[in-house]
């Protein structure tokens, strides 16, 4: 766990963050009908570079892309290709830039034309549950209160909260400890200090919460089929409560 003590690593997290905020606002404008996952690569690595950053994810473990697309019942890391987006797909965008020797990292769900209703709940309801993971996310408190909250507020509007991924710490290393689960008691686990930085990363299903992995060994659907949405945010504690890097 590394807790950022200057001004410096603040600000050059700030300006991660920030690139990594732009990105997505890029990508939200290009989503629409008859779009390929793999030209919204090309724009969100095009963007990153063009900054003086590079995408995180890019050779990270073998990941062979810039950002993780991942479509309907896929919960992450969705391989971009040739794949073609339909009226009424959601998909969830995740984008890491490194820049000054640190990373940013964000998640957003996004519906493709005109969605369900249903759909368009799940995409709620993971924004909020967000919300309340990161309102949690205060000094002195827990790392098990921002769990318990985001996994509270997802169970009473009556989604799935997956398990088997969660969110970390993020800094000088694209992945620090802590882990942070979406689901957890209370008032458990280290005491949140200023200067920590989280990714704070529900993911919603309409279904059951479990998972399995795809013969290509990165993109994670859920068990049972039923959409999945994805938001996440770099989340810093500073002294005064949390501050969202990743918004404009």
Request: charged share 25%; proline share 6%; with cysteine.
């Given at each position: ?5 200057s001004d410096?690593?603040?600000a050059a ?8 905020a732009?990105?997505?606002a890029?990508i939200a404008?290009a ?9 919204l690569?090309?724009?969100a690595?095009d963007?990153?570079r063009s900054?003086?950053a ?5 050779g990270?473990r ?6 993780c ?6 919960v992450?890391?969705?391989i971009?290709g040739?794949?073609r987006l339909?009226?009424g797909?959601i ?7 490194y820049i000054d020797g640190?990373?940013g ?11 369900s209703?249903?759909?368009?709940r799940?995409i ?5 549950a967000?919300e309340?993971g990161i309102?949690?996310?205060v000094?002195?408190g ?6 318990h909250?985001?996994q ?15 969110g970390h710490g ?12 979406n689901f ?9 200090k ?6 704070i990363e529900p993911?919603l299903?309409?279904g059951d919460y479990?998972v ?5 060994n990165?993109t994670?659907?859920?068990l049972?089929g039923?959409?999945?949405a ?7 504690i ?5 501050e969202?890097?990743t918004?404009?």
């Open positions: 766990m590394i807790v950022l003590k410096r690593a603040i997290m700030r300006k991660a963050g920030r690139i990594v732009e990105v997505q890029k404008e989503i629409r009908p008859g779009v390929s996952t793999l030209e690569d090309q724009l690595e963007y990153l900054c003086g590079a995408p995180s994810f890019k990270y073998g990941y062979p892309k810039s950002i697309a991942s479509i309907n019942e896929e992450v890391h969705g971009p040739e794949r339909k009226e797909d998909i969830s965008i995740d984008v890491g830039a640190y990373h990292d964000a998640t957003r769900t996004y519906g493709v034309g005109e969605i209703p249903e759909a368009q799940l709620e309801a993971t924004a909020g967000l309340a309102s949690a996310a000094p002195g827990r790392l098990g209160d921002i769990s909250s985001i509270s507020f997802a169970e009473a509007a009556g989604y799935g909260v997956v398990r088997d991924f969660v993020i800094g000088t290393q694209m992945h620090e400890d802590p882990q942070v689960p957890g008691l209370p008032n458990r686990g280290p005491r949140l200023p200067g920590l930085v989280l990714a993911m299903t309409m479990r399995r992995i795809l013969e290509d990165w994670v659907v859920t049972d039923s959409l999945c994805h938001f996440e945010d770099t989340v810093a500073l002294g005064d409560g949390p969202v890097l918004r404009l």
